[in-house]
């Protein structure tokens, strides 16, 4: 009886005549279709250890699964073994310590609904299905990252599991380089099955402004966010979402949050600008709980997409940038959306040399998906041209490597800051390059 238990506490080995195998190896870009080795669907630390060892013993490189957000389906490649932390979701909430510890394998809605027993939250992305890991390694952009931060730098903790299958505790003390590197470059280095997080008194109930306006007005909208922006309280954080649909017709969504008290002054001071950025077609800016918050663009972005995508950092957003984005969309064929970050704040404050998170000075960020539709080349080009187009006006041609597609120059551009500190510490915590190869940061060595 004993034994029994014991065993229902391991995960299980999935190989590819198993009936869950295509379930299992399936990500949110449904036009990532790929087929590992063999996936270990890990239940504990000691899972974890044993799909390392397996890896090694046979040759094979490693990916992670956290969520299996990542728009180029990062978790999964061709023969290696795929490492699902789906079934390590715990959530524990400490209190005293005001921080909450989340197995790896936790999407934000678990934890969202476990730290909002508390009136807590930690900050953390804006669609509530994504991998709460993938997340925090590698940045973290959502509401509250103007009042707290993104999701890297509230990680004060985490239990690595290395490629040589040692299991270490690291935190600012502990492993202090691997610390730094794991908030913001992460997945080069192990597998994480735990992160402990800082938890921020938030409350139960939020402002989401939610306002529609017409294309038309771009232009005009995006010189009032910059000014808007300069003098941002850090208790607001907006995106646009300008989405052109099958029909050709494009709109502009502004979607943020305002988390503090309301009164008569902040609603004229703060959030009115935010509703008059130009005539709104649709107002449905309202007092929501912040689990709603959380999952407003749920339904838009559904259980699985085809897409391709790019992203970039912006220091501005000068005029040019704008008639690129205008005649962009114009030549787009099916469904795109280019989602336009602000940036200001905790985020802006937080040295560079803090977390591997380096992109401290930026004021937007750039992401531009396209659904594949039924022209999937034309749809790859157009996607590459506006990264072409859009590269030389970047700020330090940095993307947000979470939310991209992984080519050679994309990743050599983002990374070219910090590849020095990579390197190095990938040659101490993962000299066979069995995580994220595709990265080949072990080519770069000086
Ligand atoms: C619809 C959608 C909405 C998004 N919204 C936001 C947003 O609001 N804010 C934002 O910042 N980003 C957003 N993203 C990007 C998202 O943050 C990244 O895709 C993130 O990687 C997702 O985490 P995941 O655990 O689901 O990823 P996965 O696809 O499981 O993993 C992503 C990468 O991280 C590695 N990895 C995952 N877990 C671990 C681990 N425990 N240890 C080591 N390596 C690991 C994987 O191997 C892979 O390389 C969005 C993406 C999508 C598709």
Redesign the pocket.
Known sequence: MGHEVKRQMYGQKIECNHPLYHFKRQ???SNVDRDPAVIFECKNDEDVIRAVHYANKNGLK???????????????KDGAVL?D?SQMNDVHVDEISKTVTVG??A?IYEVDTITQEYGLAVP????S??????????????YLRGKYG??CENVVGVH?VTGEGKLLYVNRFEHAELFWSIRGA????????K?EMNLHPVGRHVLGIDVLYDFKDLQKIIKRVEEYRQSAVDEVSFNIAISKGDNGEVHIRLIGMYVGELNLLVEREIIQPLLEFATPIIDNTEILLYTDMQKK?DS??GNS?A?EGISLFFEELGDEVVQMLISGLEKANGNVVVHL?EIHGKVNRISKYETAFAIRDASYLL?I?ADIGSDPVHTKLWVQEMYDMLLPYSYKQVS?L??SKVSEEVIQNSYSCIISQLVKLKLEYDPDNL??SEHKLLDRKR
Do not use: Q
């Not at 953390?124 to 669609?127: A, E, K, Q, S, T």
């Open positions: 990500v949110w870009n490693i990916t992670v699964r956290g969520g299996g957000f990542h728009p180029a389906g990062k978790s999964v490492i932390l790896a394998g999407k953390l992305g804006m669609v299905n994504i991998g709460v890991s993938g997340l925090a390694l590698g940045g973290g952009l959502g993104l999701t690595v992460g997945e080069n280095f192990g597998i994480v099955t992160l663009f838009l972005v997409f897409i970050l992401v998906d947000y979470n939310s995580f994220c």
